[in-house]
């Protein structure tokens, strides 16, 4: 009689071990999917910036920075921020994602929370000392965030970059 419950508890702790690893093993699938989702729109959210970068570029110079911060304000042709399909946004969020366009100098990497080297001349006038450079910037900081509800709570995931107007 003590063989066999003995037997029967060893038997119940691998087979509760081996659900436990199961269920462990779904959960990190499942946060696994969820990156790489994040991953993929953040990635097509950059590409989608340096092309329309280029296009702006090209049909109008002049005009490049300030086209290409209208385009992610407020009303613009893509928006501050864009949702990621399978994704759900954090509490107290609208979207899963949003573009930030650098156009202060006098940020530094602290406040921006990457190393990009800032503060930068980002309007080539050999100071970084303006606060808007929306009207004659010629290389702009560009952050693409992603910040989502997951099955392990709430999960961020973020981009910086550079473009270049010239």
């Given at each position: 009689?003590?063989?066999?419950?003995?037997?029967?508890?060893?038997?119940?702790?691998?087979?509760?071990?081996?659900?436990?690893?199961?269920?462990?093993t779904?959960?990190?699938?499942?946060?696994?999917?969820?990156?790489?989702?994040?991953?993929?729109?953040?990635?097509?959210?950059?590409?989608?910036?340096?092309?329309?970068?280029?296009?702006?570029?090209?049909?109008?110079?002049?005009?490049?920075?300030?086209?290409?911060?209208?385009?992610?304000?407020?009303?613009?042709a893509?928006?501050?921020?864009?949702?990621?399909?399978?994704?759900?946004?954090?509490?107290?969020?609208?979207?899963?994602?949003?573009?930030?366009?650098?156009?202060?100098?006098?940020?530094?990497?602290?406040?921006?929370?990457?190393?990009?080297?800032?503060?930068?001349?980002?309007?080539?006038d050999?100071?970084?000392?303006?606060?808007?450079?929306?009207?004659?910037?010629?290389i702009?900081?560009?952050?693409?965030?992603?910040?989502?509800?997951?099955?392990?709570?709430?999960?961020?995931?973020?981009?910086?970059?550079?473009?270049?107007?010239?």
């Amino acid at each position: 009689m003590m063989e066999l419950s003995l037997a029967v508890t060893v038997l119940m702790v691998a087979l509760l071990a081996m659900s436990a690893s199961t269920l462990h093993t779904h959960s990190l699938r499942r946060q696994n999917r969820e990156r790489a989702v994040a991953q993929n729109a953040v990635r097509l959210i950059s590409e989608e910036i340096q092309a329309f970068s280029a296009r702006t570029l090209t049909a109008n110079p002049g005009q490049w920075s300030v086209d290409l911060v209208a385009a992610f304000e407020p009303g613009g042709a893509f928006g501050p921020s864009f949702d990621v399909t399978g994704l759900g946004p954090a509490d107290g969020e609208t979207a899963v994602g949003s573009v930030i366009v650098v156009t202060d100098e006098q940020l530094t990497d602290a406040q921006l929370g990457f190393e990009l080297g800032m503060p930068r001349d980002l309007d080539g006038d050999g100071e970084a000392d303006n606060d808007d450079v929306t009207t004659g910037a010629r290389i702009l900081p560009v952050i693409v965030r992603t910040r989502w509800k997951g099955v392990s709570g709430e999960v961020r995931l973020a981009h910086p970059f550079f473009i270049i107007g010239y």
